[in-house]
């Protein structure tokens, strides 16, 4: 079982873990963000179609929401279709855009239940009508929860967030509301999708696959990554609580020696 935690090197200043306290006792991460890889490989591996991993997979989605809000995690994303899914076939990217309104018209009330608020960033207007009201309807319907935020990366591309932040403070500049000198760091995460959530802590990957497939490119600098060979349909509260201690167990620097 290929189980790792790569730790980013360096990056900004913060404290070291202060004097005394065992590196071992850290929080559980305030933002975990998942990629939910491994459920076509599922359905394979039982002669299945690949639907039948997504379908699977959805399940998995609720069984780790739950136990991470739980386990007082504050916020969790999870990559569910990337801007580049939408060059699978036809069938399959049309039963994708069916899942979010059969997650949320079984699961709702339970999400609704356990004080859960349902989120979500990527490009929103070009999903397809029904998505977009199963999507809208569980925002509005859980906009008053201040528990766990579920925050659904859809329609989602990085580096298409970071053009259209460009593109936003560009605009400012050329209405002179802001100053090419004053752009710096803090200016380009604000005009990011994820603005108003913390940068995640620990990023988690299924199925072996070792890479961030344009995901969060900028708001992971820091991130903690940790890479399983478990499939997503595979993946349960077990095998989160296990990324969760491999997080804690480590002596997390933000840059220093
Ligand atoms: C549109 C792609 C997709 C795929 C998908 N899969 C398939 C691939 C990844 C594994 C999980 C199951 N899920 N699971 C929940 C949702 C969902 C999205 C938004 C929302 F508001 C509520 C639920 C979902 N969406």
Same mark, same amino acid.
């Given at each position: 079982m290929l189980d790792k935690l790569i730790r980013k090197k360096g990056?900004? =200043?913060?404290?070291?873990?202060?004097e005394g306290q065992n590196p071992g006792t850290r929080e559980v991460p305030e933002h975990i963000a998942i990629i939910m890889d491994g459920n076509g490989r599922w359905a394979k591996k039982r002669a299945l179609p690949r639907i039948a991993g997504h379908h699977e997979g959805m399940k998995t989605v609720r069984k780790i929401t739950r136990e991470a809000n739980l386990l007082g995690v504050k916020v969790l994303t999870l990559y569910a279709f990337s801007t580049e899914?939408?060059?699978?076939?036809?069938p399959e990217v049309e039963f994708l855009m069916k899942l979010?309104?059969?997650? *949320?018209g079984t699961y709702l009330p339970e999400l609704i239940e356990q004080n859960v608020? /349902? =989120?979500?960033?990527?490009?929103y207007e070009s999903l397809p009508p029904h998505t977009k009201r199963a999507i809208r309807r569980a925002m509005d319907e859980t906009a008053e929860n201040d528990g766990l935020i *579920?925050?659904?990366?859809?329609?989602?591309?990085?580096?298409?967030? *970071?053009a259209d932040a460009v593109k936003s403070i560009a605009r400012s500049v050329d209405e002179?509301? /802001?100053r090419p000198e004053e752009i710096d760091e803090r200016m380009i995460s604000a005009a990011l999708m994820t603005a108003h959530l913390p940068e995640p802590d620990l990023l988690i990957r299924t199925s072996g696959e070792v890479r961030l497939s344009n995901f969060m490119l900028w708001q992971l600098a820091y991130t903690e990554f940790w890479f399983t060979d478990t499939l997503w349909p595979d993946f349960d509260e077990a095998a989160l609580r =296990?990324?969760?201690?491999?997080?804690?167990?480590?002596?997390?620097?933000?840059?220093g020696i």
């Open positions: 990056g900004r =200043e913060a404290a070291e873990t202060p899914n939408w060059k699978r076939p036809k979010p309104d059969e997650f *949320l608020r /349902v =989120e979500m960033i990527g490009d *579920l925050n659904f990366a859809m329609n989602y591309g990085s580096r298409a967030e *970071l002179g509301k /802001v =296990e990324a969760i201690d491999g997080y804690q167990a480590r002596n997390r620097r933000y840059g």
